[in-house]
């Protein structure tokens, strides 16, 4: 239970934070150009389409490119949240008092972890509203478009665990989220530098990006879902570990 009050605590101190409110707005209203933007290319590419067979729809016009824009965007703004989860605690000298407190590491951890997410979650539902609206006039594929969600739930998930990690290692928010930035940015694009060699497979293998692009297809696999399972297990340990560490110091 101390879990999910630690969570609730971290959530409300982000509704009370006019950065994470400029953030929110900032992303609902890049993302509705987003929308209208793929919506009026789809409209546009109507009279070619028609001629088509099997022409792509709607859902591939609109719906997954707005979600792909979606982890982009959220993936340059996603460090600003996660920058004071541990550091501002740190710099604030309430970390101590956290610390002494009759719970475990790893309910701290977890607690702010999730309180985080849920406002990503939020972030999220509301972006997946505007393809939604399009269901009052057109047909979505469902199950391609349930893939892609998932996919950027996870992916988001990764990205607040990897920002809760650089967090523990600073207090310095402004640190904390350059640092983010770099290693999800390195993980991005880890894939390019890939070819038919074994070591470049595992870069391959080891890219955030690899990953959510084969839910972006539609394929839902679940060597894909553990890999992000995995890595968010491994930087909430690390974090655990960091913090335990700080904790038998003092």
Known sequence: MMVFTLAARELRSLFLSPLAWAILAAVQALMAYFFLWYLQEFSDLQPQLMVIENA?????????????TAAVVLLVVGPLLTMRLISEERRNQTLSLLMSAPVSMSEIVIGKYLGVLMFFLIMVALIILMPLSLLFGATLDMGMFASGVLGLVLLLASFVAVGLYMSTLTNQPAVAAISTFGVLLMLWIANLASTSTEQDSLLSYLSILQHYQAMMKGVV????????????????VLSVRHLDAQRLQK
Request: no cysteine.
């Open 56 to 68: 792509p729809g709607i859902t591939q016009w609109v719906a997954m490119p707005l979600l792909a």
């Open 221 to 236: 696999n679940t060597g894909d879902i553990a890999y992000y399972l995995l890595f968010i297990s491994v930087f909430l």
